[in-house]
């Protein structure tokens, strides 16, 4: 199984970026698919959710700026991130669960996005 994430960079406040997250290995259209972030000596929190059929969940930190989608014929999970503020800067890390017994859980390696003021 591997995650791959990708589109992370330096940006400056107010910018945008695209990270998407490609999926190898899993039935993709199964698992509910996430994005994460940690900043620096922070815990690691959610960004947004997509389950197989679209539903999407977002923190209210992130609400109304970051927009979640998937392809499932690619087995690609995207995030659009707008209106970038310092705090997002952080390490962003895919993530595929599969609500079953047993329950599966992927991680990809992360991606850096920094935003700049």
């Known amino acids: 199984v591997q995650l791959q994430a990708s589109g992370g960079g330096l940006v400056q406040a107010g910018g945008s970026l695209r990270l998407s997250c490609a999926a190898s290995?899993?039935?993709?259209?199964?698992?509910?698919m996430g994005w994460y972030r940690q900043a620096p000596g922070k815990q690691r929190e959610l960004a947004a959710t997509?389950?197989?059929?679209?539903?999407?969940t977002y923190p209210d930190s992130v609400k109304g700026r970051f927009t979640i989608s998937r392809d499932n014929a690619k087995n690609t999970v995207y995030l659009q991130m707008n209106s970038l503020k310092p705090e997002d800067t952080a390490v962003y890390y895919c993530?595929?669960?599969?609500?079953?017994?047993?329950?599966?859980?992927?991680w990809g390696q992360g991606t850096q996005v920094t935003v700049s003021s």
């Open positions: 993530n595929a669960v599969r609500s079953s017994n047993p329950l599966y859980e992927y």
């Open positions: 290995g899993i039935m993709f259209s199964r698992y509910v």
């Open positions: 997509i389950t197989s059929e679209g539903t999407t």
